[in-house]
């Protein structure tokens, strides 16, 4: 069964570092997503992205961060001068259409500790 | 906006049924239904779309209705496996994002 595949599964870095999250969405899909869970909390939309370039972002997803496809199957997530507040767990989702009625896959995440 | 679910929090034994609610202020295209478990990703469970469909999975169905902005997930004669944390997700007609509520958890004991 095809499947979101996210690496690492587990990231720990120093406060003001830059790091990349990576994934491979599902490879027919088109559309991709990043989301943030910070512990024992809700998941929370960052962006979505189609046809290379950003079709919506949240409140969050400030300059510090940024998403790009560098080539047909990665989708990655920057976050530039991590802060302690960034320690989250981030899920990389893809879908096949952007529509309400498109179910969206999730990957199994990366765990983001900012020490 | 956030979508709200009640409860918080529900404590069933096997084989006893639950119901979790999930309504918005704001007009809905669709409701989704994700379960996650302890340290995984969420899962799909099923999507409802307006015009007021219910769906069925195995033991798990929910209903949508589109006047109200509400949903509710069925569970019938749980099972362990049901444990977990359930979330709905909404979106509205013209935007991408999914809005997740903040869950509820679901304990199913023996």
């Known amino acids: 069964e095809p499947e979101v595949t996210q690496t690492p599964s587990h990231q720990v870095t120093q406060m003001g570092q830059e790091v990349i999250l990576r994934c491979v969405p599902i490879?027919?899909?088109?559309?991709f997503y990043w989301y943030r869970q910070i512990l024992g909390q809700k998941v929370e939309f960052l962006v979505s992205?189609?046809?290379?370039?950003?079709?919506?972002k949240s409140e969050i997803f400030d300059d510090q961060f940024s998403v790009e496809r560098p080539d047909g199957s990665n989708f990655t997530l920057k976050i530039r001068s991590t802060k302690l507040e960034d320690s989250a767990m981030y899920f990389c989702?893809?879908?096949?259409?952007?529509?309400?009625?498109?179910?969206?896959?999730f990957g199994q995440g990366t765990r983001l500790t900012v020490v | 906006q956030q979508p709200v679910q009640s409860p918080q929090a529900v404590i069933l034994r096997e084989g006893e049924d639950a119901v979790i609610n999930c309504s918005s202020s704001?007009?809905?295209?669709?409701v989704h239904w994700y379960r996650q478990k302890h340290g995984e990703a969420p899962v799909f469970l099923m999507i409802?779309?307006?015009?007021?469909e219910q769906k069925g999975h195995d033991k798990i169905s929910a209903s949508f209705n589109e006047k109200k902005q509400q949903s509710s997930l069925y569970l019938t004669a749980s099972q362990l496996s049901y444990s977990g944390t359930y979330f709905c997700g909404t979106r509205g007609g013209s935007n991408y994002k999914l809005t997740f509520g903040k869950g509820t958890l679901l304990t199913v004991n023996p």
């Open positions: 704001k007009a809905l295209y669709s």
């Open positions: 989702a893809s879908s096949l259409r952007g529509a309400g009625d498109t179910e969206a896959f």
């Open positions: 490879s027919n899909h088109l559309y």
């Open positions: 992205f189609y046809n290379n370039e950003i079709s919506e």
């Open positions: 409802l779309l307006k015009g007021g």
